[in-house]
């Protein structure tokens, strides 16, 4: 898990897939790590996934319906 308490920054912005009423996740391009977290609760940090990891929850994510 990553925080930013280590000093570095991110630039995150909501995802696509976030819904309307609350259940918003934040993503940001790290380098080579692509970064998620909730919206709703920061302070616990985010999950990293390299840039494989990464393309793979994207594209298992468009396969449901």
């Given at each position: 898990m990553w925080t930013e308490r280590n000093g570095s920054s991110a630039n995150w912005r909501k995802s696509s897939y976030s819904g309307s009423h609350g259940e918003c996740v934040e993503v940001a391009g790290?380098?080579?790590e692509?970064?998620?977290?909730?919206?709703?609760?920061?302070?616990?940090?985010?999950?990293?996934?390299?840039?494989?990891?990464?393309?793979?929850?994207?594209?298992?994510?468009?396969a449901r319906p």
């Open positions: 790290l380098g080579q692509r970064a998620i977290r909730d919206t709703t609760h920061r302070e616990l940090g985010a999950l990293l996934f390299d840039v494989h990891e990464w393309r793979t929850f994207i594209d298992s994510t468009k």
